[in-house]
């Protein structure tokens, strides 16, 4: 079995041969390295995309929109996870981004991943009734794991989630009730030795 390390070096590396500059391809390589850690196949879809890369031609957009369509082509998962990142702190604002014909949009997961972890909020991702919940780069949840990965999305959505309890104000009222039993009454004694308390003078 192949370690992380191995993984995140030759992923590098083969991105910068196939044109990414060093820092890309040092984003991509962390990228994948989280893909495979999470049990994605990262290598697996990074290969396949680089096998087309320079027979097949893939879009770029420099600038992120609340709706986005290629002109003709599917878009580079790797220039539009950089962009994302790039653009975070903007595109949370708009809550909702919906994108159409993306090219292996598995290769995007550690970019929205990393990118939940930057703003503080979960990110769910949609593509082709696949569902992806990013969790501030610790974690990333899916009905996928046992479907074959699309390697195109028609259309695909990125959702910003506000932070928000799992549990209601009675639930925690009352597990905060049970916790006061482990609460100690200060009594005469633990006033008398709490800090600078019966300290004496010796001078």
């Known amino acids: 079995m192949r370690s992380l390390s191995e993984i995140e070096t030759t992923s590098k590396?083969?991105?910068?041969?196939?044109?990414?500059?060093?820092?890309?391809?040092?984003?991509?390589?962390?990228?994948?390295?989280?893909?495979?850690?999470?049990g994605f196949p990262g290598i697996k879809n990074l290969n396949q995309y680089y096998k087309l890369i320079n027979k097949k031609n893939f879009e770029n957009i420099s600038t992120i929109n609340k709706k986005n369509k290629s002109n003709k082509y599917s878009l580079c998962p790797i220039n539009l996870g950089v962009g994302i990142l790039d653009q975070i702190r903007t595109l949370e604002k708009l809550k909702k981004i919906t994108f159409y014909k993306v090219a292996y949009p598995i290769l995007l997961l550690p970019f929205l991943s990393r990118?939940?972890?930057?703003?503080?909020?979960?990110?769910?991702?949609?593509?082709?009734k696949n569902i992806f919940l990013l969790n501030f780069n610790v974690n990333i949840l899916s009905n996928l794991l046992v479907k074959k990965i699309p390697i195109f999305a028609k259309?695909?959505?990125?959702?910003f989630l506000e932070n928000k309890d799992n549990f209601t104000e009675k639930e925690w009222k009352?597990?905060?009730?049970?916790?006061?039993n482990t609460f100690v009454e200060e009594s005469e004694s633990l006033k008398q030795g709490a800090a600078g308390a019966g300290l004496t003078d010796n001078d």
């Open 13 to 38: 590396r083969a991105s910068r041969a196939v044109g990414f500059s060093w820092g890309i391809s040092e984003e991509i390589a962390k990228g994948i390295r989280l893909l495979e850690l999470f």
């Open 155 to 159: 259309k695909s959505e990125i959702i």
């Open 174 to 180: 009352s597990l905060y009730k049970l916790s006061e």
């Open 115 to 128: 990118s939940s972890d930057i703003i503080g909020k979960k990110i769910l991702f949609k593509f082709e």
